[in-house]
């Protein structure tokens, strides 16, 4: 029987669950659906709301507010996720790129820059800093990625950017087209050679060209590379809207090291209450396809996402709460509290800080301070105490405090 169990499958939920697996506990992931990572850009945002590094930002954090999860664990965890992290993608061939140094500005799909700390080695020729003529291309059937677009809006910025639709080839028409669909045509080097033959007889002075996150599931180091070596310019990838090629590949990395390492994902588990005594969880009862089912526990890690998530809900009437286990919530007292007078309020929306408190072992904290539970630790979104949108930091809080709750949890970390 697995009572190591990990709740979410979203980054936090998945680096916890490798730390487990790999200190042989054999961990049970639960999860009601797929993590924010099928959504978002794959790109780690450990901190981009200012002009400092992400590692002065962290450094900072620590001796200014120390309710914040970075606070809670320190800038050597913080470092320690990303080495882990960056040899896991580095071994399973999707290696990333980036630290806590600087951040680098990369194009989106509405030709916006945006600050990232980590990115794949597929998106690193996308830092606009690296000056030069920019060509941006794509397909029309892949909706909401429109080349001259981006192009006129990188332009509006300085940077010399064109934008240019490619051919479908007639032999991959299909009746719909997703990312997933074109990632699967990338994954086939004919129609690579082809995409490249076009590239190249367009790129005119262009020495980087930008094409959607769809460059492949299978090999997209080697897909890029195909169409470097086809269309003589450096080739990079620009995020687009979901389903995440990206972060398809980064679940599926994840989802590979972890039953490796004697790990098991049950995604479609809806976590619904947990039972405890003496401070300490001992069942937790899932719900999937109509049955329910108890797990005896030894030690949990609630990794499920905060509001985004669902990890934590919030009604019209102002109460907020926990929805797995139902621990106590930080959060305004009052609804009239939630959020600032402005949208882009530079303070940010209190509401967005709100979830579960913890200590530094991120063990969850009730209203008195005191631990709920010794054998539970908490991580991610539903951790409270950081403003991750504002901050720009939901990936690179999510990413450490897994890795670190994971670690605590295995006894690893003293
Ligand atoms: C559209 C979108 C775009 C984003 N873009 C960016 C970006 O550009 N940069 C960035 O840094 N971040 C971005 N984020 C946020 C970010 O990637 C994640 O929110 C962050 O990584 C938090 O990860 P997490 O592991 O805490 O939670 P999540 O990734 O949200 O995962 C939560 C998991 O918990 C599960 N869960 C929730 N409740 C239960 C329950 N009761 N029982 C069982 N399972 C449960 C969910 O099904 C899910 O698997 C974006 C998020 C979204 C939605």
């Not at 429109?146 to 028409?173: D, E, K, S, V, W």
């Not at 367009?202 to 020495?207: D, L, T």
């Amino acid at each position: 029987m697995r009572t190591t169990i990990v709740i979410g499958a979203g980054l936090s939920g998945l680096m916890g669950a490798l730390a487990l697996a790999e200190a042989g506990l054999r961990p049970l992931l639960l999860a009601k659906g797929q993590g924010a990572t099928h959504w978002t850009a794959g790109t780690i945002d450990v901190w981009g709301a200012d002009e400092r590094s992400p590692r002065e930002a962290v450094q900072a954090i620590r001796a200014s507010q120390s309710y914040h999860p970075y606070a809670l664990i320190g800038v050597h965890a913080v470092e320690e996720a990303i080495a882990r992290f960056r040899a896991l993608t580095e071994a399973s061939r999707y290696p990333y790129v980036g630290g806590l140094e600087r951040n680098v500005p990369l194009p989106t799909a509405a030709g916006a820059l945006r600050p990232a700390a980590l990115m794949p080695v597929t998106m690193a020729a996308g830092d606009m800093r690296l000056g030069g003529d920019v060509l941006i291309a794509g397909f029309r059937e892949l909706r909401d990625f429109y080349p001259p677009f981006i192009a006129a809006n990188l332009a509006a910025q300085g940077i010399a950017a064109r934008g240019m639709y490619l051919t479908l080839p007639p032999a991959f028409r299909r009746r719909e087209y997703t990312t997933i669909t074109f990632a699967r045509m990338f994954d086939d080097p004919a129609f690579r050679s082809e995409i490249g033959r076009q590239l190249r007889a367009h790129r005119g002075n262009a020495s980087r060209i930008g094409l959607p996150a769809v460059l492949g599931l299978r090999d997209p180091l080697g897909a890029v590379a195909h169409l470097q070596n086809e269309s003589g310019a450096q080739v990079f990838e620009i995020p687009t809207l979901p389903p995440s090629v990206p972060g398809i590949r980064l679940f599926t990395l994840f989802q590979n090291a972890i039953e490796q390492a004697g790990g098991r994902l049950q995604i479609g588990s809806e976590v619904i209450r947990g039972e405890g005594q003496d401070r300490h969880l001992t069942t937790i009862w899932s719900e999937a396809a109509a049955r329910q089912q108890a797990h005896r526990v030894e030690r949990a890690l609630l990794a499920t996402g905060g509001i985004a998530g669902g990890g934590i809900r919030a009604d019209h009437t102002g109460i907020v709460r926990e929805t797995a286990l139902d621990l106590p919530v930080r959060a305004p007292a009052s609804r009239a509290d939630w959020f600032a007078p402005r949208f882009l309020d530079p303070q940010g929306h209190a509401i967005y800080a709100a979830g579960v408190a913890a200590d530094a072992r991120l063990r969850p904290l009730g209203a008195d301070g005191e631990i709920v539970y010794e054998n539970v630790a908490v991580a991610g979104a539903t951790l409270a105490g950081a403003d991750t949108v504002r901050e720009r930091s939901r990936s690179g809080v999510a990413l450490a405090t897994g890795w670190a709750a994971g670690r605590i949890l295995a006894g690893l970390v003293s």
